[in-house]
């Protein structure tokens, strides 16, 4: 007989009350907004990097230094819109122009540390002290639990072979 709260009990894991999925279901999808609305960032539209200055930044991220050319043809962007994109950024200290080695009159881009901070800050869709601070008043017990049940639906929604048909 295969009874997986029995088969968790020999393992020595605490018997969870079991919880049918659908029902399950339907309280996530009533807490996950709760839980967004109660994390989201809160910066607003002020701190949003533009959509050509978050490419300019992450292809720079993802490729290591690059000229304005090769910034353009990469974005399929005029050469005269990545160098002015190139410009604003360098102006708020998030990337910086270095001579090319290997030709003394071209600049490569590349991003200064506030740079990597602010793409990863924009890349971040919940308020970290909003997160932290809720889970202070979770006992180490319970949030040890919500994080492996959440790791566990991410594990169990992303596909490790071929789905049958």
């Known amino acids: 007989m295969n009874d997986p709260v029995a088969s968790e009990a020999r393992h020595g894991e605490a018997a969870a009350p079991a919880v049918d999925a659908g029902a399950a279901a339907a309280r996530f999808c009533v807490a996950f907004p709760a839980a967004y609305l109660a994390f989201h960032r809160r910066d607003g539209k002020r701190d949003e990097l533009s959509g050509a200055s978050r490419a300019v930044l992450t292809h720079l991220a993802q490729a290591g230094p690059s000229n304005v050319g090769e910034l353009a043809d990469h974005l399929d962007r005029a050469q005269s819109v990545v160098s002015e994109i190139a410009t604003q950024l360098e102006g708020h200290g998030l990337l910086e ?46 949030r040890a639990a919500l994080l492996d049940g959440l790791e566990a639906l991410v594990r169990a929604a992303t596909p490790t072979s071929p789905q049958p048909d």
């Open 97 to 142: 122009r270095e001579p090319d080695p290997a030709d003394r009159r071209r600049h490569l881009l590349w991003l200064t540390e506030a740079g990597v901070g602010r793409l990863s800050r924009d890349r971040q869709v919940l308020e970290p002290q909003l997160v932290e601070a809720a889970m202070r008043a979770l006992p180490p017990a319970a």
